[in-house]
């Protein structure tokens, strides 16, 4: 989750123990995934849209040059290619059934033996989430073997910008200790295949941030906790492996509450901790930067600019700090960012003699955003960052900085120009695609916090951002008219209005003259007719509720309540006949359909599945009255009369979302795209003949997590299809 950085609006939301120990790519709950039938093999890859996450963690391997990891909140793990300045994804074969391990909590190495990695996952640590997991790996992330725990991880919760939570013991190889939320400390000292729970100083709590670090001084391991009103300790410390006890003098108060990041100097035998009155990333208002002379016991207060001063406009530069690396080649030489300072913007400070003096690298940055364009968010040029809590320093490169912002990852080679280091991950939450049949683009997709992209190459970020005139935040309909594909519109949370439209197929945009009223809190998808004549609004609030949707005719310049229309269901326009529009009530399993340009809706079939927000229906391309309605587990239905009767599809048991393509050669229908299941496994596949046999065109290496949002097909290429993913961005798929 993430927030937008021009409204800041928030986007989406015991003992330890182990389970089995199992080979990945393992799915839960059905049987193993299996590879893709003869003649289903597919090529991978991602649209390039450029980051637009949240990227939680950045991790140098001290050992070895050229070496990184990062971490995502929802978008998996990454290990950065230094001969190709590409980042590799690491848990793409995550599957539907283990959607919430897409979430990294946590990383670590191990500094003696290169090729170890560790990833602590889980998404949310919620009642209705899945537990967490520990993957480890003898191959840099390459092949995986997986401990399910018994306790819940969070990293898509506050929080998810501290740690790193895992580490390897610097005493023994095989001891890995891992920092929970709710349920304290855990220690595996069979490099992660079990686990136990351990005494620590500090009670867990069912609601707290539990320990936000864990870091190596030497020998001993010190641990943050981010449970602490202020005034009990926060930092902890275990020599021994055995006993942890408070560390005596630590600093206290709201400026020191949490323990966000730490690192140490060797050199110096200094430990850094970054602290703020909130685990962040948002909600930080004060913080501070202290440094343990670990010989000595000696603490220091060495914070850059101290959060609570006045800003230009009257305002208060409210703020805590967040990331901090130390340079491993020059003594006393340490970054530490500032985070959830929106009023002066996010900042680097950099000293090189151990915080006496410390220089904002902002101040003299450039940035140069020209290869991923919508990171100026609308504006004439980028902001530094936000939400900063993930910095790396180059342990070989003294100038060569990264940190993750809420959306990419910047870097520098000599401290002054800042580019995007991102080529590779992406992490956008996909909500809508549209692959037009004509026109320069083959894809327009909208997102959770970046809006809608014209994406006129798919190997390249969109040239032209974001949507702009107006931005959007988040994405909550697409549509383009089927017989006059140029017109396209769109709908979403935004600052300056929350609908436009485009006569020349998404490249630029007008918003509507005037919208219902509802628009601006309740914002939900939109559709158009055939011919673009008329719009169809609906709405719904992100709390549930829903609201009356609303009628255009003369391209939103005004709006009329359509009151027999299903409050809140997602409206779909017939391809063929432009006075034909569809909705399906998914509180009352009915489907309504209009004859009149949208004026009326009536009811059709009824007694359908219901109950479930997420059922979707789509019309089939070039056909009036062709309609294919997925019920989840419930099955694929279809209706060739205009939603009066529904027949079940019997070659499938379950069905999430579905899309049409380009027709293969010789078949006279649309191929049908489908994330769904045909046997015991969910998964992505393809029917060239109206859904009678399936080809699984996915593999056990690519499957996403949760991919239920949307899925079509490419009207001009067959066999193309882009899937949209809740974290990792748009995946397009082609024969291989």
């Given at each position: 989750?993430?927030?937008?950085?021009?409204?800041?609006?928030?986007?989406?939301?015991?003992?330890?123990?182990?389970?089995?120990?199992?080979?990945?790519?393992?799915?839960?709950?059905?049987?193993?995934?299996?590879?893709?039938?003869?003649?289903?093999?597919?090529?991978?890859?991602?649209?390039?849209?450029?980051?637009?996450?949240?990227?939680?963690?950045?991790?140098?391997?001290?050992?070895?040059?050229?070496?990184?990891?990062?971490?995502?909140?929802?978008?998996?793990?990454?290990?950065?290619?230094?001969?190709?300045?590409?980042?590799?994804?690491?848990?793409?074969?995550?599957?539907?059934?283990?959607?919430?391990?897409?979430?990294?909590?946590?990383?670590?190495?191990?500094?003696?033996?290169?090729?170890?990695?560790?990833?602590?996952?889980?998404?949310?640590?919620?009642?209705?989430?899945?537990?967490?997991?520990?993957?480890?790996?003898?191959?840099?992330?390459?092949?995986?073997?997986?401990?399910?725990?018994?306790?819940?991880?969070?990293?898509?919760?506050?929080?998810?910008?501290?740690?790193?939570?895992?580490?390897?013991?610097?005493?023994?190889?095989?001891?890995?200790?891992?920092?929970?939320?709710?349920?304290?400390?855990?220690?595996?000292?069979?490099?992660?295949?079990?686990?136990?729970?351990?005494?620590?100083?500090?009670?867990?709590?069912?609601?707290?941030?539990?320990?936000?670090?864990?870091?190596?001084?030497?020998?001993?391991?010190?641990?943050?906790?981010?449970?602490?009103?202020?005034?009990?300790?926060?930092?902890?410390?275990?020599?021994?492996?055995?006993?942890?006890?408070?560390?005596?003098?630590?600093?206290?108060?709201?400026?020191?509450?949490?323990?966000?990041?730490?690192?140490?100097?060797?050199?110096?035998?200094?430990?850094?901790?970054?602290?703020?009155?909130?685990?962040?990333?948002?909600?930080?208002?004060?913080?501070?930067?202290?440094?343990?002379r670990t010989t000595t016991g000696k603490w220091t207060e060495v914070t850059p600019v101290k959060p609570g001063g006045p800003t230009s406009d009257g305002g208060t530069d409210a703020f805590g700090y967040g990331g901090v690396a130390?340079?491993?080649?020059?003594?006393?030489?340490?970054?530490?960012?500032?985070?959830?300072?929106?009023?002066?913007?996010?900042?680097?400070?950099?000293?090189?003699?151990?915080?006496?003096?410390?220089?904002?690298?902002?101040?003299?940055?450039?940035?140069?955003?020209?290869?991923?364009?919508?990171?100026?968010?609308?504006?004439?040029?980028?902001?530094?960052?936000?939400?900063?809590?993930?910095?790396?320093?180059?342990?070989?490169?003294?100038?060569?900085?990264?940190?993750?912002?809420?959306?990419?990852?910047?870097?520098?080679?000599?401290?002054?120009?800042?580019?995007?280091?991102?080529?590779?991950?992406?992490?956008?939450?996909?909500?809508?695609?549209?692959?037009?049949?004509?026109?320069?683009?083959h894809l327009i997709s909208g997102s959770g916090d970046i809006g809608v992209m014209y994406h006129e190459r798919l190997t390249a970020s969109p040239s032209r951002g974001m949507a702009s005139n107006p931005v959007f935040g988040t994405?909550?309909?697409?549509?383009?008219?089927?017989?006059?594909?140029?017109?396209?519109?769109?709908?979403?949370?935004?600052?300056?209005?929350?609908?436009?439209?485009?006569?020349?197929?998404?490249?630029?945009?007008?918003?509507?003259?005037?919208?219902?009223?509802?628009?601006?809190?309740?914002?939900?998808?939109?559709?158009?007719?055939?011919?673009?004549?008329?719009?169809?609004?609906?709405?719904?609030?992100?709390?549930?509720?829903?609201?009356?949707?609303?009628?255009?005719?003369?391209?939103?310049?005004?709006?009329?309540?359509?009151?027999?229309?299903?409050?809140?269901?997602?409206?779909?326009?017939?391809?063929?006949?432009?006075?034909?529009?569809?909705?399906?009530?998914?509180?009352?399993?009915?489907?309504?359909?209009?004859?009149?340009?949208?004026?009326?809706?009536?009811?059709?079939?009824?007694?359908?599945?219901?109950?479930?927000?997420?059922?979707?229906?789509?019309?089939?391309?070039?056909?009036?009255?062709?309609?294919?309605?997925?019920?989840?587990?419930?099955?694929?239905?279809?209706?060739?009369?205009?939603?009066?009767?529904?027949?079940?599809?019997?070659?499938?048991?379950?069905?999430?979302?579905?899309?049409?393509?380009?027709?293969?050669?010789?078949?006279?229908?649309?191929?049908?795209?489908?994330?769904?299941?045909?046997?015991?496994?969910?998964?992505?596949?393809?029917?060239?003949?109206?859904?009678?046999?399936?080809?699984?065109?996915?593999?056990?290496?690519?499957?996403?997590?949760?991919?239920?949002?949307?899925?079509?097909?490419?009207?001009?290429?067959?066999?193309?299809?882009?899937?949209?993913?809740?974290?990792?961005?748009?995946?397009?798929?082609?024969?291989?």
């Amino acid at each position: 989750m993430r927030t937008f950085p021009l409204s800041r609006r928030a986007v989406l939301a015991g003992t330890a123990a182990t389970a089995a120990v199992a080979t990945l790519p393992v799915l839960q709950g059905r049987a193993q995934a299996a590879a893709p039938a003869a003649g289903g093999a597919y090529r991978w890859r991602n649209a390039v849209q450029g980051g637009t996450g949240f990227v939680t963690g950045v991790l140098f391997h001290p050992s070895v040059r050229g070496l990184a990891y990062a971490r995502t909140d929802i978008g998996g793990a990454y290990r950065w290619d230094d001969r190709t300045d590409r980042w590799i994804p690491l848990t793409d074969h995550i599957g539907w059934d283990d959607w919430n391990l897409l979430g990294v909590e946590a990383m670590a190495v191990d500094p003696a033996h290169p090729n170890r990695l560790y990833l602590a996952l889980g998404t949310y640590a919620q009642s209705w989430a899945g537990n967490g997991a520990v993957l480890r790996s003898e191959d840099r992330g390459a092949t995986w073997k997986r401990t399910d725990l018994s306790v819940k991880l969070g990293a898509n919760e506050d929080g998810r910008g501290c740690g790193e939570r895992l580490l390897v013991d610097p005493r023994d190889s095989d001891t890995l200790w891992l920092g929970t939320r709710h349920d304290g400390l855990l220690k595996s000292t069979d490099r992660g295949a079990t686990w136990k729970a351990v005494t620590f100083p500090a009670a867990p709590s069912a609601t707290g941030q539990g320990v936000t670090l864990l870091v190596a001084a030497g020998r001993t391991v010190y641990a943050g906790w981010g449970d602490s009103d202020g005034t009990s300790a926060n930092l902890y410390r275990t020599a021994d492996g055995t006993t942890w006890k408070a560390v005596p003098g630590q600093p206290a108060g709201t400026a020191a509450k949490v323990p966000v990041r730490a690192a140490y100097d060797r050199h110096t035998c200094e430990l850094y901790v970054t602290y703020a009155n909130a685990p962040g990333p948002n909600g930080q208002s004060d913080g501070s930067v202290h440094k343990l002379r670990t010989t000595t016991g000696k603490w220091t207060e060495v914070t850059p600019v101290k959060p609570g001063g006045p800003t230009s406009d009257g305002g208060t530069d409210a703020f805590g700090y967040g990331g901090v690396a130390v340079d491993a080649r020059r003594p006393g030489t340490v970054v530490v960012s500032t985070n959830n300072r929106w009023a002066l913007v996010d900042t680097l400070y950099r000293t090189t003699n151990g915080g006496r003096t410390w220089k904002s690298l902002k101040d003299e940055a450039v940035l140069d955003v020209s290869e991923t364009p919508y990171l100026k968010w609308g504006a004439d040029k980028p902001k530094f960052g936000w939400w900063i809590q993930a910095v790396g320093l180059d342990p070989f490169d003294s100038e060569h900085i990264v940190y993750g912002t809420g959306a990419t990852l910047y870097g520098t080679r000599d401290l002054k120009r800042w580019a995007p280091q991102i080529r590779g991950l992406e992490e956008a939450s996909i909500r809508q695609l549209v692959s037009p049949p004509t026109g320069e683009a083959h894809l327009i997709s909208g997102s959770g916090d970046i809006g809608v992209m014209y994406h006129e190459r798919l190997t390249a970020s969109p040239s032209r951002g974001m949507a702009s005139n107006p931005v959007f935040g988040t994405s909550t309909g697409l549509a383009l008219a089927a017989a006059k594909p140029s017109y396209v519109v769109r709908a979403g949370w935004g600052d300056n209005g929350n609908g436009a439209w485009s006569n020349d197929g998404g490249k630029t945009w007008a918003p509507f003259k005037a919208q219902p009223a509802i628009a601006k809190d309740a914002p939900g998808p939109i559709a158009t007719n055939a011919d673009g004549s008329v719009l169809l609004w609906s709405f719904a609030h992100w709390d549930g509720t829903t609201y009356p949707a609303h009628r255009s005719a003369d391209n939103g310049a005004t709006w009329t309540e359509v009151t027999s229309y299903p409050k809140g269901a997602a409206p779909v326009a017939d391809p063929v006949d432009p006075k034909r529009f569809y909705a399906f009530d998914t509180a009352t399993g009915t489907l309504h359909a209009s004859t009149d340009g949208g004026l009326t809706f009536t009811a059709r079939a009824t007694g359908l599945k219901s109950g479930d927000t997420e059922f979707r229906l789509v019309a089939a391309p070039g056909r009036s009255g062709d309609l294919w309605l997925s019920l989840k587990g419930n099955g694929l239905y279809r209706s060739t009369d205009g939603g009066a009767n529904f027949t079940k599809v019997g070659s499938c048991w379950a069905s999430y979302t579905l899309g049409f393509g380009k027709a293969a050669e010789g078949a006279s229908y649309p191929a049908v795209y489908m994330v769904g299941s045909t046997e015991s496994i969910t998964a992505v596949y393809r029917s060239d003949d109206e859904a009678k046999t399936w080809t699984r065109i996915n593999d056990d290496q690519h499957q996403w997590g949760w991919i239920g949002a949307a899925i079509t097909g490419d009207p001009r290429v067959y066999g193309r299809v882009y899937i949209a993913t809740n974290g990792r961005g748009v995946q397009y798929g082609e024969p291989a």
